[in-house]
């Protein structure tokens, strides 16, 4: 087993034991997209964010494993806002600008 293989494998595992849906895709679709979603996962905790838990939340309701491969080289606000629904949005625009008028 490759280095490779062995963290796809161990990312494989968290997911699952974490509850996380399972990928669509072609098997090495599915095996790389698993460590792409788990590093954007780590690195959107990484920073923080308040409500991490729903962040998470939606990011993970991104299920093609092309689509986690294709964003793999974006930060991990891109993958957040192709998840989103507009009414999110809205809702964290005008969070956004309570904020700021504070």
């Known amino acids: 087993m490759s280095e490779h293989d062995a963290v796809n494998t161990a990312n494989a595992t968290s997911a699952r034991a974490a509850g ?16 792409v979603r788990a590093d954007k996962i780590r690195e959107m905790e990484a920073g923080a964010p308040a409500e991490v838990d729903w962040y998470r939340e939606v990011m ?8 986690w491969i294709d964003s793999r080289n974006h ?4 993958q957040f806002l ?10 964290l625009k ?9």
């Open 20 to 35: 996380w849906p399972e990928l669509t895709g072609s098997p090495k679709q599915i095996e790389w997209a698993t460590t």
């Open 75 to 78: 930060p991990w606000q891109a």
């Open 82 to 91: 192709g998840c989103v629904t507009d009414e999110e949005l809205e809702a």
């Open 60 to 67: 993970l309701r991104e299920t093609s494993a092309g689509v």
């Open 94 to 102: 005008a969070k956004a600008a309570q904020g700021d008028a504070a």
